[in-house]
């Protein structure tokens, strides 16, 4: 087996990357804001929220605080930012919008009622995050079911939309996994630094999607031809 000493090397390695990356998502976005349409200003929200929770996680870090309370402030914001993702994605989904208020309204709810009386914000939110990575995988499925109806499939913005949700449903899946198998992964030290080692490369995945998405929608040139 690998040392944890490795493992906890290319997990600090991988969280650092992540913050690279995050860094360049935040600031691409932000030159291009004005050219945005609303998937990606949303999306941007979202990034931006991420970045920021990343900084004070390693600040609390740092000065030795417990930074769990961020992970149940993001569970939450994760969900209710890439919703309304997701909201601007199905614009065209009438049940979608209809249901779109009532389903937050009640899902944010019961991740807050989890942190106050099932799961402590100093312990982490296994409940509320598993079923946040479960609706979002869901989100991104019915996506790909309804690329059918979906018209210019070829066009830049729709290829960028389809990278999103391919690197939500490879991160929140495998993220998932981990967080299901956590309990168990919290006994055994080897195995909990092999599980957060495997999320932290797999943040860096997801983010670099996210990266590339957002290049080829709004800066690489595309002929005039396409």
Same mark, same amino acid.
């Given at each position: 087996m690998v040392s944890n000493t490795l493992l906890n090397q290319l997990n600090l390695y991988a969280a650092n990357l992540v913050l690279v990356v $995050?860094? @360049?998502?935040? #600031?691409?976005?932000?030159?291009? &804001?004005?050219? *945005?349409?609303?998937? !990606?200003?949303?999306?941007?929200?979202?990034?931006?929220?991420?970045?920021?929770?990343?900084?004070?996680?390693?600040?609390?870090?740092?000065?030795?605080?417990?930074? $769990?309370? @961020?992970?149940? #402030?993001?569970?939450?914001?994760? &969900?209710?930012? *890439?919703?309304?993702? !997701?909201?601007?994605?199905f614009a065209d989904k009438a049940i979608f919008q209809k249901v779109f208020w009532y389903f937050i309204s009640v899902v944010s709810l019961l991740?807050?009622?989890?942190?106050?009386?099932?799961?402590?914000?100093?312990?982490f939110n296994t409940l509320a995050k598993s079923g946040v990575q479960i609706i979002l995988i869901f989100y991104a499925i019915v996506y790909f079911f309804n690329l059918v109806e979906q018209r210019s499939l070829n066009t830049a913005r729709f290829k960028s939309i389809r990278l999103i949700n391919s690197a939500i449903i490879t991160y929140y899946s495998g993220?998932?996994?981990?967080?299901?198998?956590?309990?168990?992964?919290?006994?055994?030290?080897?195995?909990?630094?092999?599980?957060?080692?495997?999320?932290?490369f797999l943040n860096l995945v997801f983010q670099l999607l996210i990266f590339t998405a957002l290049w080829m929608a709004y800066y690489r040139k595309i002929p005039s031809s396409q």
């Open positions: $995050l860094g @360049l998502n935040v #600031l691409f976005f932000a030159l291009k &804001f004005k050219h *945005l349409d609303l998937p !990606f200003r949303r999306l941007f929200y979202f990034v931006l929220f991420n970045f920021a929770i990343e900084v004070s996680a390693l600040i609390f870090q740092y000065v030795g605080l417990n930074n $769990l309370p @961020l992970l149940h #402030l993001y569970t939450l914001v994760e &969900f209710i930012l *890439l919703s309304f993702y !997701f909201k601007s994605v991740i807050i009622y989890n942190s106050i009386f099932i799961q402590s914000i100093l312990k993220s998932l996994f981990i967080f299901m198998f956590s309990r168990i992964s919290f006994w055994n030290e080897e195995i909990y630094v092999i599980f957060w080692t495997f999320n932290g």
